[in-house]
């Protein structure tokens, strides 16, 4: 049993906790993840870490909530347990000196980015963050960023705050300043993860992704997770998360984000049914 | 004059009480139902204690067979559990997932005459007897009170179990960690509930709590805290029993395609998950109409069944060489062959067929021919030229076996591995060239089964408890 800590909401479809796991804490690095299971009759999830700190003995995490586990989730309030929480899974990010680097943050891939920025930065890297969300209401941590970036440019897509737009515009404007861009980390949706992908990709600059694959056991064991990278099967939850976005097959991995689409709705909409939730 | 009278041997066997083949095909009930006492009395009385009771030798953990089974003749279950459990803590299990036909059921003296005492029936009879009369429970062997030296056990299936009990009953402080939520490895996650129900491996792993092991969950090693952070913390040794988790693919075009699973995946969803009870439980699994497993093994069988359970019209299980060399265990092919799983021998993929939304629509197969015997001692198959076709399809599981996962070795510095990633260790020690740690099951031999991974956990328990009894505190 995982012991909520803390709960705070990010937006009204974004949960941050803060969970008591000393032993996860003390071992976890930017980019790496933790399998959660929230009940008895729940499901096995990844979530990358937000953040962790190793001497109150907490992991930060942060969900959106799109079906059952996630709504279940945001259920629990700070005093709740989380039953099952086992980590830390994945290899770290890479984090070393190469200069200037973009951190690119969609969504509530926003979360993930922040630790790995900040190690970038710490590392001795200039830090140009670019986080962008659908509207106002779904951003945050804008100043957390800023904390840990030398440059934060934020987007929405309707333009009812900062820029309006795709993060990848940016990132274009970015990497056609001609100062020297030595790598890209983007952290988000699947399609934005591939779109800034292509973005970097006539400027040959290494970028970062963390796929989002679904996941059972998160050590290697059943396979579920598994992408192509330059026509070689991966498995995410050991060989990555993060792969360098130039190389998978992003078709693929959206194809496989969808194996259990009619069984999530399915759940779902029991869950809806018995808690009294209508739906967004 | 009297004539001497020879004591007349019964060579009927009494036949296991199963369900109808109709009937079970479609709940995830167990298939054996077990003994009544009456037909364990009759199972007993058969035993004719023979002196030489080659059975204790042919059992790999050495359970006095001929004993307990005198004991369940004269109705003293007490007695018999205390026999049995004092050499195995798992008997429950073992009684239902051992291949006796290979093991004590094969050296039985009457196995001369094809009909050996059932040795496993009357062991699950008196699991089964302890387990259902709990405020009879027979005093187990003197448990000491762990107050021994630290060991840390990593994987809690059948090689971590045994090894953990039998260290805590030798007076040892044992911590075993294990990586999943629940404790148990390939027993909750790989066989499926219609062999071996999960209250029993629940209730086993906890008589092995009740000698005082601390089982710790969600303790993925090699992550959390590697061996060495072990050794050098006050753990004195460490048992790797951490299996063949791994899954090995078959690398055709389309296996990444919705709809193909590994057998990992797909038992665990459906074992470990409980997908069989979605959406009750939250985990899914994705029911096929038509579906074919590739493999020959057992997990090939539990996979196949499990799909047929789960409200498949048609299961195939497609294996590239003929049924004479397939590696399942007997009793469970003719297990899914009276379910009608549909069995297709001397086939083998080469590729899966998918749609334009991304899922298998279809496996083609070669037929295969079998050539010379190949390093495995079977005859290798070999493809016919010319002879695809497909089978429409609209799940596939891949059950090709597994291998060891590296985690563990990649992170233990001078553990010895062997190239398919299994931990190089002694045969009758278990232990490996790295001081202070053992290592002993599937992570040594490469996938096995349930009791030869109890077995060389026992033994290197004894190995580790003597090693400690030659240490200084």
Known sequence: MFKIIAKEKLCPVVDFMEVDAPAVAKKAKAGQFVVIRVDEVGERIPLTLADWNDKKGTLSLVAMKIGTTTYKLSSLNSGD?????????????EIEKYGTVVCVGG????????????????????????????????????????????????????????????????????????????????????????FCSLTTKPFGIPTIVSLNAVMVDGTGMCGCCRVSIDGVTKFVCVNGPEFDGHHVDWDLLFTRQRIFCDEEKRSFDLWKARHGLTGE | MEEKTKPKIDLNRVPMPRQEPKVRARNFDEVAT???????????????????????????????????????????????????????????????????ESQCEEACTLGKKKAPIAIGRLERYVADWEREHKSQKAPSAKDPPPKGKKVAVV??????????????????????????????????????????PKAIVGEEVDFVKSLGVDIRLNSVMGKLATVDELLNSDYKA??????????????????????????????????????????????????????????????????????????????????RRSK???????????????????????????????????????????????????????RRPIIKEGSEFTIEVDVAVVALGTTPNPLIPST??????????????????????????????????????VISAMGAGKRAAASIDAYLKGTKS
């Open chain 2, 324 to 378: 004479v060399e397939m590696p399942a265990r007997r009793e469970e092919v003719e297990n899914a062959e009276e379910e009608d799983i549909i069995f297709k021998y001397l086939v083998n993929p080469k590729q899966f067929i998918g749609n334009d939304k991304g899922w298998i629509t279809a496996v083609e197969c070669y037929e295969m021919e079998l050539g010379e015997p190949d390093a495995s001692g079977r």
């Open chain 1, 107 to 194: 969504g509530v891939g926003v979360a993930p980015v922040y630790p790995i920025a900040r190690a970038l930065k710490q590392a001795g890297n200039e830090v140009i963050t670019i986080m962008g969300a659908r509207n106002k209401d779904l951003l945050f941590w804008e100043e957390r960023l800023r904390s840990v970036s030398d440059e934060l440019i934020v987007t929405t897509d309707d333009g009812s705050y900062a820029r309006k737009g795709m993060v990848t515009e940016p990132l274009k404007e970015v990497l056609e300043r001609g100062n020297t861009i030595d790598r890209v980390v983007a952290i988000g949706p699947a399609i934005m993860m591939k």
């Open chain 2, 34 to 100: 077990g003994y009544t006492l009456d037909m364990a009395l009759q199972e007993a009385v058969r035993c004719i204690q023979c002196p030489k009771h080659p059975c204790i030798s042919g059992c790999p953990v050495n359970v006095d067979i001929p004993d307990f089974i005198k004991a369940v003749r004269e109705n003293n279950m007490p007695e018999a559990v205390r026999i049995l459990k004092s050499k195995n803590a798992l008997p429950g299990i073992c009684g239902r997932v051992c291949p006796q």
């Open chain 1, 81 to 93: 347990h989380i039953l099952d929480l086992s980590g830390p899974l994945g290899i770290p990010s």
């Open chain 2, 412 to 449: 233990t510095i001078g553990l010895e591995t062997r190239k398919n990633g299994t931990v190089v260790a002694d045969e009758e020690t278990g232990k490996t060239v790295k001081e202070r740690v053992w290592a002993g099951g599937d992570v040594v031999t490469g996938s096995a089964t």
């Open chain 2, 155 to 196: 994987g809690s299936g059948p090689a971590g179990l045994t090894c953990a009990a039998d260290l805590a009953r030798m007076g040892h402080q044992v911590t075993m960690f294990e990586s999943s939520h629940v404790a148990g490895g390939v027993l909750v996650y790989g066989i499926p509930e219609f062999r071996l």
């Open chain 2, 238 to 319: 460490v048992f790797l029993g951490t299996g063949a988790g791994l899954p090995m693919l078959l690398n055709i075009p389309g296996e990444n395609l919705n709809g193909v699973f590994t057998a990992n995946e797909f038992l665990t969803r459906v074992n470990l998950m409980k997908a069989y009870l979605f959406p009750e439980y939250d985990t899914p699994i994705k029911i096929g109409k038509k579906v074919a497993v590739i493999g020959g093994g057992n997990v090939a069988m539990d996979a196949a069944r499990c799909a047929l359970r789960l409200g498949a019209d048609e299961v195939y299980i497609l294996y």
